[in-house]
């Protein structure tokens, strides 16, 4: 079957830095996402890898292995504003189906 | 502004009760899509449409249904509303189905009582 793992929750510090892993099994590859969610709210894009290695975009970055089917989103320089569940996603790439994780619940104290 | 509007964004029913959840999208994305969000679980897709009139079943789409007569409108429809389908919907669309990212409406709570 078709499975994404990542953890429930975390807890981070302020102005520290995090690292949310997400690890899939899935019968095609076509690219991962992450999202964003603060509670009650619509999921927002962060980021998109397709191939190996780590993309950054400003506080975020997010690092890909296919060989591996692992993932991490690095967040820097924590802000308050970060306590949101990040979700990871997958493309499967028989039919571009997106496979969607569970969801990571960050908390941030200061 | 480029959106999703979708709408109401909380709703309470009975069981049985028809209910209809608008989607309509400005940036004349040609794929749209309904999920469901349960707590503990990923996105769940319901129905999906590719362009207008194409629209197929996602992972979960018993007891609901979708129409695609315009490109920017897609509306969820419950004929026989039951309560295992509470739950937060969100309405997605993207420029196609290989696109990079999915734009969300603001979602809707359903509760069937």
């Known amino acids: 079957g078709q499975n994404i793992d990542q953890p429930t929750e975390m807890t981070a510090t302020e102005g520290a830095i995090v690292q949310i892993n997400c690890t899939y099994q899935?019968?095609?590859?076509?690219?991962l996402f992450w999202y964003q969610q603060h509670a009650g709210e619509a999921p927002t894009f962060l980021s998109y890898n397709v191939l190996d290695g780590l993309e950054e975009k400003g506080r975020f970055s997010s690092f890909l292995s296919r060989s591996k089917g692992y993932s991490y989103l690095l967040l820097k320089e924590l802000q308050m504003k970060d306590s949101a569940s990040y979700l990871c996603a997958v493309r499967g790439r028989s039919n571009y189906q997106l496979i969607w994780g569970a969801g990571t619940k960050l908390i941030i104290k200061p | 502004e480029a959106q999703v509007t979708q709408n109401p964004r909380y709703l309470i029913t009975v069981t049985g009760k028809k209910l209809t959840v608008t989607c309509s999208q400005n940036m004349n994305h040609e794929y749209m899509s309904w999920y469901r969000q349960d707590p503990g679980l990923g996105l769940r897709q319901i129905y999906y449409?590719?362009?207008?009139?194409?629209?197929d079943k996602g992972d979960v789409p018993e007891g609901y249904k979708v129409s695609r007569k315009e490109k920017r409108n897609f509306p969820l429809i419950l004929e026989s509303p039951s309560p295992n389908q509470t739950s937060l919907y969100f309405c997605a669309s993207s420029r196609d189905r290989g696109g990079e990212k999915l734009f969300f409406g603001s979602g809707t709570q359903l509760s069937v009582l």
């Open positions: 449409s590719m362009n207008v009139e194409v629209t």
């Open positions: 899935t019968s095609g590859f076509n690219g």
